[in-house]
């Protein structure tokens, strides 16, 4: 079953302490990213990836960190937490795009964050 | 500046009763426009994904419609469902030079279904 799974799904943290969110997908996409949901915004891009060791800042980084040794995984990092960065956090990943057909994008279940 | 408005932000309908959500968008270039059902707490799941030449989609109950030349598009629930009750969420595909795809999301439209 194609999956674009996050962990953990629910963490309360405390400024600071910095956290890695996983994120795995079984597809073998190229094209993986970040996004954080908050009340009354669309979603909005933190980091994305091309491809393994290709990857570059989508529109609110600041704060984020990530990696992508492996094609398959796409860790988002905190490294120093603060109450801003509370929000619900989605994975995603999709094929690279040819062309303006648009591939599927699917989405992890999410990952709840409160930073106190 | 690329934005995707939706309306209304949130619609309340009886079970069986059809409705319409709206979309309008300044993104350009254009490359495709996605529709999205997010259920509370979960991940948005993909709908219908149309381009430039496409003005129609279906996928069972819901049909989106798409016209490029007003920028506009919409998605139609027909016989709606219990299970409806969600956000629906309008993304807009667009291409940078070197081919770099960008999504713009809206904000989505929180749809309620009452028995």
């Known amino acids: 079953e194609a999956q674009v799974t996050q962990n953990p799904r629910y963490l309360i943290t405390v400024t600071g302490k910095k956290l890695t969110v996983t994120c795995s997908q079984n597809?073998?996409?190229?094209?993986m990213s970040w996004y954080r949901q908050d009340p009354g915004l669309g979603l909005r891009q933190i980091y994305y990836?091309?491809?393994?060791?290709?990857?570059d800042k989508g529109d609110v980084p600041e704060g984020y960190k990530v990696s992508r040794k492996e094609k398959r995984n796409f860790p988002l990092i905190l490294e120093s937490p603060s109450p801003n960065q509370t929000s619900l956090y989605f994975c995603?990943?999709?094929?690279?795009?040819?062309?303006?057909?648009?591939?599927?994008?699917?989405f992890g279940e999410g990952s709840w964050l409160t930073v106190v | 500046k690329n934005q995707v408005e939706q309306s209304p932000q949130s619609l309340i309908i009886l079970e069986g009763k059809n409705c319409t959500l709206q979309?309008?968008?300044?993104?350009?270039?254009?490359?495709?426009l996605r529709w999205y059902k997010q259920d509370t707490g979960r991940g948005p799941v993909s709908l219908t994904i149309?381009?430039?030449?496409?003005n129609t989609k279906s996928n069972g109950r819901y049909t989106a419609t798409l016209d490029a030349d007003t920028k506009q598009s919409s998605l139609h629930i027909t016989a709606s469902q219990l299970s409806d009750s969600a956000s629906y969420i309008c993304?807009?595909?667009?291409?940078?030079?070197?081919?770099?795809?960008?999504?713009?999301f809206g904000a989505g439209t929180r749809l309620a279904v009452h028995p």
């Open positions: 995603a990943s999709r094929k690279a795009e040819t062309g303006a057909i648009g591939n599927t994008i699917y």
């Open positions: 597809m073998n996409h190229e094209y």
């Open positions: 990836s091309m491809n393994v060791e290709v990857t």
């Open positions: 979309c309008n968008y300044t993104v350009s270039p254009f490359s495709n």
């Open positions: 149309m381009t430039f030449s496409e």
């Open positions: 993304v807009v595909n667009t291409v940078f030079s070197g081919g770099y795809n960008k999504l713009i």
